[in-house]
T-cell receptor, first 114, second 111 residues
Framework: NAGVTQTPKFRVLKTGQSMTLLCAQD?????MYWYRQDPGMGLRLIHY???????AKGEVPDGYNVSRLKKQNFLLGLESAAPSQTSVYFC?????????????FGQGTRLTVV | KQEVTQIPAALSVPEGENLVLNCSFT??????LQWFRQDPGKGLTSLLL?????REQTSGRLNASLDKSSGRSTLYIAASQPGDSATYLC??????????FGKGTMLLVSP
């Protein structure tokens, strides 16, 4: 029972490079989320998706793009990495139904931009 | 905009104490509230989910309560153990089922 799996777990990028973070869930959840966690700032929502083919902006979307081509996958792209994007990135999924929605998180991707 | 505050930011207690972690939110129009645990360098582990129609949930030594009208939730940990040392995060569901997090309470339980 894998739950939510993030790839890669660690990455170092040079300023200006691009990369894609992959999130995969095997719980048939409709909703998927990308958060970043920074010291003193807590977890902040970057983008989210309410179903296959949909995406929406969260609190801190600038500098990131996302795609949800398949229900089980949610990709987060950094087009031109900046040192301010050094952070730990977490993916989550949930059923999205208002009564019973419960979020499950991946183990995180630690990204350093130098 | 929903804002979630957790008090205290850090807490240090001796083993065996009962303790209460507090969470408050500004917009009472929430669907659910979820408590998580995060160990250093790790992901988030769900502890308890309280639906908006419920007042409390219990799991082992953990009990979480919810008072929507006052915008508050508490997490009660009974007979604390060193293994309880972690950061505890409170998150509320509102709007389009997006989660808004507090900054967490860092708990240290000493033997």
């Amino acid at each position: 029972n894998a739950g939510v799996t993030q790839t890669p777990k660690f990455r170092v990028l040079k300023t200006g490079q691009s990369m894609t973070l992959l999130c995969a869930q095997d719980m048939n959840h409709e909703y998927m989320y990308w958060y970043r966690q920074d010291p003193g700032m807590g977890l902040r929502l970057i983008h989210y998706s309410v179903g296959e083919g949909t995406t929406a902006k969260g609190e801190v979307p600038d500098g990131y793009n996302v795609s949800r081509l398949k229900k089980q996958n949610f990709l987060l792209g950094l087009e031109s990495a900046a040192p301010s994007q050094t952070s730990v990135y977490f993916c989550a999924s949930s059923t999205g139904t208002r009564l019973n929605t419960e979020a499950f998180f991946g183990q995180g991707t630690r990204l350093t931009v130098v | 905009k929903q804002e979630v505050t957790q008090i205290p930011a850090a807490l240090s207690v001796p083993e065996g104490e009962n303790l209460v972690l507090n969470c408050s939110f500004t917009d009472s129009a929430i669907y659910n509230l979820q408590w998580f645990r995060q160990d250093p360098g790790k992901g988030l582990t769900s502890l308890l989910l309280i639906q908006s129609s419920q007042r409390e949930q219990t799991s082992g030594r953990l009990n979480a309560s919810l008072d929507k009208s006052s915008g508050r939730s508490t997490l009660y940990i009974a007979a604390s153990q060193p293994g309880d040392s972690a950061t505890y995060l409170c998150a509320v569901y509102s709007g389009y089922s997006t989660l808004t997090f507090g900054k967490g309470t860092m708990l240290l339980v000493s033997p």
